[in-house]
């Protein structure tokens, strides 16, 4: 099963600054198809996390253009460009698609 | 509107049972592998259960295995999460999700129901 490690646990960020999010797994996730299957999810308080990003660096429609994922292999990275209010809350890795599917501790973004 | 809704919920003494429920609409249900995830209080994410579209395929979490069972019917466009054994440490909300890995197909999670076991 592959463990998969957030960092930072929290992260305060400034109005119109920048945020970067690690995830790290403790195996490849490129799977045998060549593929890999990261997501990543961003959950405000008292709501149902929402995907923002898949398979590692597509962004999901709606999702506006400063947030961006990328990496490859092990590593991977949630960066914001520019923090807006609505940004603030947890985000979450989750890999996939073999289970059991795990997710990332999570990392809470806080203005 | 493409949505999940989770209910059955509530408060069990250790040892006892539930079954949520979880009801699709908005799309079609019968095409999605369907899971189910849990969040304890204040605490991160755990997928539980996934279970394959016609429901012949199921997989469980270690830490679930011979007490929860996840189970579909297609006809009602509903997924279920029978709980038996409950134990204090299994208190969270519980979400139903889709979880899937494309732009063209939904991923999308319910508003969670909460377990309470005390």
């Known amino acids: 099963d592959a463990v998969m490690t957030q960092s930072p646990l929290s992260l305060p960020v400034t109005l119109g600054q920048p945020a970067s999010i690690s995830c790290r797994s403790g195996?490849?996730?490129?799977?045998?198809?060549?593929?890999?299957?990261l997501n990543w999810y961003h959950q405000r308080p008292g709501h149902s996390p929402r995907r923002l990003i898949y398979?590692?660096?597509k962004r999901d429609s709606g999702v506006p253009d400063r947030i961006s994922g990328s990496g490859s292999g092990t590593d991977f990275t949630l960066k914001i460009s520019r923090m807006e209010a609505e940004d603030a809350g947890i985000y979450y890795c989750?890999?996939?698609?073999?289970?059991?599917?795990?997710f990332g501790g999570g990392t809470k973004v806080e203005i | 509107e493409v949505q999940l809704a989770e209910s059955g919920g509530g408060l069990v003494q250790p040892g006892g049972s539930l079954r949520l429920s979880c009801t699709a609409s908005?799309?079609?249900?019968?095409?999605?592998?369907m899971n189910w995830v849990r969040q304890t209080p204040g605490q991160g994410l755990e997928w539980l259960a996934h279970?394959?579209?016609?429901?012949?395929?199921?997989n469980h979490v270690d830490s679930v295995k011979g007490r929860f069972t996840i189970s579909r019917d297609n006809a009602k466009s509903s997924l279920y999460l029978q709980m038996n054994g409950l134990r204090v440490e299994d208190t969270a909300v519980y979400f139903c999700?889709?979880?899937?890995?494309?732009?063209?197909?939904?991923?999308?999670w319910g508003q969670g129901t909460t377990v309470t076991v005390s």
């Open positions: 999700a889709t979880l899937t890995w494309t732009g063209d197909v939904f991923d999308i």
């Open positions: 908005g799309f079609t249900f019968s095409n999605y592998w």
């Open positions: 279970i394959n579209p016609d429901g012949s395929e199921t």
């Open positions: 195996e490849s996730l490129v799977r045998s198809d060549g593929e890999i299957y």
């Open positions: 398979r590692a660096s």
């Open positions: 989750m890999e996939g698609p073999q289970w059991p599917l795990t």
